[in-house]
Nanobody, 123 residues
């Protein structure tokens, strides 16, 4: 299974970006829980948003009301719409996929990780 992420870039404060992640390869046909982590230089990795097979979502407190995670089931893909971006959102964003339907409770329980896509927000 491969996770192909796209959509990162450089924007100004208050602008928007949309990240996309598609599941590719054999074994990736099941619709499992997926999400986005981010990691800024010198900071710990954090779960930004996640969505279960059934559509339940979880968000990092600081992005609630600004980011929306959604699923494109026909393509086994997810998107992360990021609005009102702030400098503190600057990080590498990683797409993740679980082995099952539910959002894992532990970071180490995410089975598949994509390569990071860089988001830079300038003031």
């Amino acid at each position: 299974v491969q996770l192909q992420a796209s959509g990162g870039g450089s924007v100004q404060v208050g602008e928007s970006l949309r990240l996309s992640c598609e599941v590719l390869g054999s074994g990736g046909g099941r619709i499992n829980a997926m999400g986005w982590y981010r990691q800024a230089p010198g900071k710990r990795r954090e779960l930004v948003a996640a969505i279960s097979r059934g559509g339940s979502t979880r968000y990092l407190y600081s992005v609630r009301g600004r980011f929306i995670i959604s699923r494109e089931n026909t393509k086994n893909a997810i998107s992360l719409q990021m609005d009102s971006l702030r400098p503190e959102d600057t990080a590498s964003y990683y797409c993740v996929r679980a082995n099952g339907a539910d959002i894992p409770r532990e970071d180490l329980s995410w089975a598949d990780w994509g390569q990071g896509t860089l988001v830079t927000v300038s003031s």
